[in-house]
C-alpha cells in the first residue's frame, strides 16, 4: 500500500469514527480524566487543562480502575503464571517428552513477557477496556534484526484517541493506523537528519516545540498471505509492511519494514453487529454518571447556601456597606433589620439519591462483586464461589479478550522467541507430528472454570465406587488412568511430574513379575512347609509303629 492510500484511508477512518468520539469525550470527561483528550488538537503540553473542575464525584473513575484493575490480576496477573501450552494431537498429549518440551517453551514465553513492559502497558491496555470500550496494544521485538541479536519484548498501549484500524472479513485486524505528533527533534532523532525533509528541519531550528503529524501504518500484503513464517523472510515477502508517512503531504520518511505476524491487537469489551469498536460499563451507565455529577455539584451549592447563608436587609435598615468577612463591621438601625435567610435545603432526599446513584454505577462495574467483603479473610470456598461468580459476570468479555487479545499474543511472542533461536530444540516426535498446540489460562477465572471438570470428575469416582458395592462389574467402565491424567492436566501439575504411558507399562510389568514371583516363592514356601509336616508325621508314624511291635 503506497503512502497517497495511507492517507487517504486514515482520513477516512477519522471521520468515520466522529460520532463515536462525542461519546468518548464525555467518558474522558468523567471516567477516565486526562487519558486522552478528544477534539481538543494539543501540540504543547502546557495546553493541557490540568487544573479543570468538572468532576464533582469519584464513583465512576474508582469503579472503573477497580475493574481494570480486577481483569488484570484475574487474566494475566504479574504474580502467577497465567497459561499453559497444550496439544491437539491425542498422541503428543501422553508422550510427556513432548510435554516437557511445550511447558518448557511456556516457561520460556512467561519468563519473557515478565522481563518486558508487558504488565506496565496492560494496565493501560485494561484501563481503556473497561471506559471507552476498545483496548490496543502492540507488541514488537526490540532491535532492528531481532533473529541474530535477540534483546527481549517491547510493548506500547495505543491510546484511542489516536488509534484507528480496519478489519478483515473475520473481524481481525486488516490494517492499523497511528497518529503521532512528534517534534522536529523527534523525528530528526528517529530518522536521521539526512533522511528528513526541509521543513522539519527549519522547524528544529526555528519552532522545535512545534509538532508535526505522521501516521504509522501496519498494512496487510495479500500477495505473501501464504508466506512460511516459521523461516526467516526478507522484509518485502512478509505478510505484513508498516511505514511512516507523514500527514501533510503523504510522503513517506524512513524504510518500509515487514512483520511476520500483525503486532497489534485489538480487544473489545463487547461489540455491536455492524460496529466495529466496542462499548463498556462506561457506556451503560454514561446517564446515571452524569446525573450523578450533576446532582453532587447542585447538593455542594445548596451546602454552601447553608453553611454561609445570604444575607437579607431591609430597603432603609442598613446605613453602611453589608460587610461579612471576620471582624466586619456592619451599621444597622435594628438588629431586625438584618438577617440570615435559611435554605431549608433537604439534604436527606439529594444523599438518598446520590448513594442510589452511586450504587447503580459500582453494579454496572461490577465492583459489588469484585470486592471482597467486610470480613477479616475470605475461606477458600468464598473465594472460589467469588471466581465462579466473576466468571459468569465476565465471560462473554473473556471469550472475546482471548480471541482477540490473548491468544494472537502468545502465539506472536512463541513464534518471535522461535525465530529468534530461544527456544530449546523439539523432540524428534514433535516434528514427525507437528501438531497445532492451544493455549489454556490458568488464572483465577479460568482456572475457576476448569476446576468444575475436575470436581465432576471426583463426583463420577465417589458414585461409581458406591454403586459397585451393589453392582461390582460397573468398575470395569471409568478409564483411572485418563482421569488421572486429565485431573493432572487441568489442574495445572507440571508434565515432569507424571510419568510416560511407556514407563507406566514398564513399571506395571515388573511390578506384576514381582508379584507373581512372590506368589511363587509363598506356594513354594507353602509346598516346603507341607511336605515337611508331612515328613514329620509320616516318621512319627513309624516311630509309634515300632513301639507296637515291641512290646
Known amino acids: 500500500m503506497d503512502s497517497a492510500q495511507i492517507k487517504k484511508r486514515y482520513d477516512f477512518e477519522v471521520d468515520y469514527r466522529k460520532t463515536l468520539e462525542d461519546t468518548y469525550q464525555v467518558i474522558e470527561k468523567f471516567v477516565v480524566p486526562f487519558r486522552g483528550e478528544f477534539f481538543k488538537p494539543m501540540s504543547m503540553e502546557q495546553e493541557v487543562d490540568w487544573r479543570r473542575r468538572e468532576i464533582y464525584d469519584s464513583t465512576a473513575i474508582d469503579s472503573c480502575q477497580t475493574l481494570a484493575a480486577s481483569m488484570q490480576g484475574s487474566l494475566t496477573s504479574p504474580s502467577v503464571k497465567w497459561f499453559d501450552l497444550g496439544y491437539r494431537d491425542e498422541q503428543l498429549k501422553r508422550n510427556n517428552a513432548a510435554l516437557r518440551w511445550l511447558e518448557d517453551c511456556g516457561d520460556i514465553i512467561y519468563d519473557t513477557l515478565q522481563d518486558s513492559n508487558f504488565n506496565v502497558e496492560a494496565s493501560e491496555f485494561y484501563l481503556d477496556l473497561s471506559s471507552y470500550g476498545t483496548g490496543i496494544i502492540i507488541e514488537d521485538a526490540k532491535g532492528e534484526d531481532y533473529e541474530t541479536k535477540w534483546e527481549g519484548l517491547e510493548f506500547n498501549a495505543s491510546p484511542i484517541v489516536d488509534s484507528y484500524f480496519e478489519e478483515d472479513a473475520e473481524g481481525n485486524v486488516y490494517n492499523f493506523y497511528r497518529r503521532l505528533k512528534w517534534t522536529p527533534i523527534q523525528i530528526i532523532d528517529r530518522f536521521g537528519e539526512e533522511n528528513c525533509p526541509e521543513y522539519v528541519k527549519e522547524a528544529a531550528a526555528k519552532e522545535p516545540k512545534e509538532k508535526i503529524e505522521l501516521i504509522y501504518c501496519i498494512y496487510t500484503r495479500p500477495e505473501n498471505k501464504d508466506a512460511d513464517i516459521s523461516r526467516s523472510l526478507p522484509v518485502d515477502s512478509r505478510p505484513y509492511g508498516c511505514k511512516f508517512v507523514f500527514h501533510k503531504d503523504a510522503s513517506q520518511i524512513g524504510p518500509t519494514g515487514g512483520k511476520y505476524e500483525m503486532p497489534s491487537f485489538v480487544g473489545r469489551w463487547k461489540k455491536v453487529s455492524g460496529s466495529k469498536w466496542g462499548h463498556s460499563p462506561s457506556f451503560v451507565c454514561l446517564s446515571d454518571i452524569l446525573t450523578l455529577n450533576e446532582l453532587t455539584e447542585q447538593t455542594l451549592e445548596a451546602l454552601g447556601k447553608v453553611v454561609d447563608p445570604s444575607t437579607i436587609v431591609t430597603q432603609r435598615g442598613l446605613l453602611s456597606d453589608l460587610d461579612l468577612g471576620r471582624g466586619g463591621l ?207 508325621g509320616q516318621a512319627q508314624l513309624r516311630s509309634i509303629g515300632g513301639n507296637e511291635t515291641g512290646r
Request: glycine share 6%.
Open 330 to 536: 456592619t451599621v444597622a438601625r435594628s438588629k431586625e433589620d438584618i438577617w440570615a435567610y435559611e435554605s431549608k435545603a433537604r439534604f436527606d432526599v439529594g444523599e438518598l439519591k446520590i448513594d442510589r446513584l452511586q450504587r447503580s454505577i459500582q453494579k454496572a462495574f461490577f465492583v459489588d462483586q469484585l470486592e471482597l467483603k467486610e470480613t477479616p479473610a475470605m475461606t477458600a470456598t468464598e473465594a472460589q464461589i467469588r471466581y465462579e461468580l466473576m466468571q459468569r459476570l465476565l465471560g462473554p468479555t473473556l471469550g472475546r479478550l482471548q480471541t482477540d487479545f490473548l491468544d494472537p499474543m502468545i502465539s506472536r511472542t512463541f513464534n518471535l522467541l522461535a525465530r529468534g533461536g530461544q527456544l530449546p530444540e523439539p523432540p524428534p516426535i514433535v516434528a514427525e507430528i507437528q501438531s497445532e498446540y492451544d493455549i489454556l489460562y490458568t488464572g483465577p477465572l479460568p482456572r475457576a472454570q476448569r476446576m468444575q471438570t475436575v470436581q465432576a470428575i471426583q463426583q463420577y469416582m465417589g458414585y461409581i465406587g458406591a454403586l459397585a458395592e451393589q453392582v461390582p462389574d460397573v468398575r470395569d467402565i471409568p478409564d483411572p488412568d485418563a482421569m488421572a491424567r486429565e485431573i493432572a492436566r487441568l489442574s495445572g501439575v507440571p508434565a515432569r511430574l507424571n510419568k510416560d504411558e511407556s514407563v507406566v507399562k514398564k513399571d506395571r510389568k515388573i511390578k506384576k513379575q514381582q508379584q507373581n514371583a512372590m506368589m511363587q516363592n509363598e506356594l513354594a514356601k507353602g509346598r516346603g512347609e507341607a511336605q515337611e509336616a508331612l515328613g514329620k
